[in-house]
């Protein structure tokens, strides 16, 4: 894998495709929903794109084409009948040899909360998935949700008052034709839950800033918005992949760090619990004391007392 700082990370498909070069003249560049024919924007094949990270989702209907892609370190070749979907955070790439009919969808979370609904991911769980394999379907399976991306297209390029409704009903209805064909039994917490890759850099950036705030290179104790930011996604996505995956929640994981660095401290270092306070990005030992006495039931001094008799 490419080290992350030499990757690029786009926020929309406007963005993408300007910065590998391929025609926009069709792209909306504030657009959160878009569905082209990617035959009307890859003109010259084969066409290959860099790796690059992507914070939208995306799926991709293969009525007649060849090619490839990747999602982190799977490749995956995709030929006619083939759908696949990605969501954000990975590292990807893709690989064109014959483009006649292929739809590409994007849209964020945003687009999905206020025009699908507001908890997508409890009714569409497989929307977290870590890594998703690409289906191949029968044709007069793919038929069924060829009509569904056309209508959407339609309605797309329509000025309908009612336009972003109405093809966020039409998305449930294909929402809820893929969960029928491929994920009716998918359950997200046994899928990958210690090697999904957003699980993995969460946990090693968690890892390393503890590290840092027991150094002292940091007095800043990170909030969950700010490993999304970390890892260029969503606050919002981040904690459902974080959830759905480890089954604890994002603050969970950083309350159980942080009580755990501060016992270690209390235990092993004759550090004044100010000291550790502040250490631990606490502006007051007050407020540390609090904290930690309502994770374990005792003081800071009173742990400590009890780890030393021990």
């Known amino acids: 894998m490419k080290e992350q700082e030499k990757i690029e990370r786009f926020d929309n498909l406007y963005d993408t495709y300007h910065d590998i070069g391929l025609p926009v003249d069709l792209i909306d560049a504030e657009a959160e929903f878009t569905i082209h024919n990617l035959a009307r924007i890859h003109l010259d094949l084969p066409f290959k794109s860099p790796v690059y990270r992507a914070n939208y989702f995306s799926f991709v209907f293969v009525k007649n084409g060849r090619g490839r892609y990747s999602t982190d370190d799977h490749v995956f070749d995709t030929s006619p009948g083939t759908i696949y979907f990605t969501n954000p955070g990975h590292y990807k790439s893709f690989e064109w040899l014959q483009l006649d009919e292929v739809y590409l969808v994007t849209f964020s979370e945003s687009f999905l909360k206020e025009n699908v609904h507001p908890d997508v991911f409890q009714e569409f769980s497989f929307l977290l998935a870590e890594t998703v394999p690409p289906r191949t379907l029968q044709p007069e399976v793919y038929t069924e949700f060829e009509r569904l991306y056309l209508q959407i297209l339609k309605e797309h390029e329509a000025s309908s008052p009612y336009k972003h409704r109405l093809i966020g009903s ?69 904690s459902n992949v974080i959830k759905s995956k480890t089954g604890r929640a994002v603050s969970a994981w950083i309350t159980d760090k942080t009580i755990g660095e501060a016992k270690s401290l209390l235990r092993n270092s004759s550090i004044p619990v100010k000291e550790i306070a502040f250490r631990l990005g606490f502006s007051e030992s007050a407020h540390f004391s609090n904290y930690f006495k309502k994770h374990t039931s005792l003081t800071p001094n009173a742990f400590r007392r009890e780890s030393s008799q021990g």
């Open 170 to 238: 039409l998305f449930v209805v294909l929402l809820l034709k893929v969960k029928e064909y491929f994920w009716e039994d998918y359950n997200p917490i046994y899928e990958g839950n210690r090697s999904s890759q957003l699980v993995k850099a969460f946990k090693s950036l968690l890892e390393k800033h503890y590290r840092d705030l027991a150094d002292g290179k940091t007095n800043t104790l990170f909030q969950a918005q700010d490993y999304a930011r970390s890892l260029n996604l969503h606050p919002n996505y981040l």
